[in-house]
Nanobody
Framework: QVQLVESGGGSVQAGGSLRLSCEAS????????MGWFRQAPGKGREAVAA??????TSYPNSVSRFTISRDNAKKTLYLQMNSLKPEDSAMYYC???????????????????????WGQGTQVTVSS
């Protein structure tokens, strides 16, 4: 069974940086797309970034303060977050098991409902 465990969240002041990690067990991250999503209280889930099996990435905005990457040997997905703002405060989740796989990455990679597996989340709080 695929298990995803996020870590690296915490409290930081505006302008600071954090790096989130997502360790995947029983999952070959090097051949499957994965993504990061977040959800703030009272708001819907939104995509943060996604990465395909060939290393190509996708972000919801053309210029992102965040960078997604992975270490295949460690089976770990990362999210480097820079220049953090209070509005970035949320629970951050990693997701895996994109339905359709890499062939649908461009169409589905940033849509949470297309992922089968989710971690428990890690909290990020940015103070002004």
């Amino acid at each position: 069974q695929v298990q995803l465990v996020e870590s690296g969240g915490g409290s930081v002041q505006a302008g600071g940086s954090l790096r989130l990690s997502c360790e995947a067990s029983a999952y070959t991250i090097n051949i499957n797309p994965m993504g990061w999503f977040r959800q703030a209280p009272g708001k819907g889930r939104e995509a943060v970034a996604a990465i395909d099996s060939d290393g190509s990435t996708s972000y919801p905005n053309s210029v992102s303060r965040f960078t997604i990457s992975r270490d295949n040997a460690k089976k770990t997905l990362y999210l480097q977050m820079n220049s953090l703002k209070p509005e970035d405060s949320a629970m951050y989740y990693c997701a895996a098991g994109l339905i359709g796989g890499s062939g649908y990455f461009r169409r589905r990679g940033l849509i949470g409902s297309w992922y089968r597996y989710w971690g428990q989340g890690t909290q990020v709080t940015v103070s002004s």
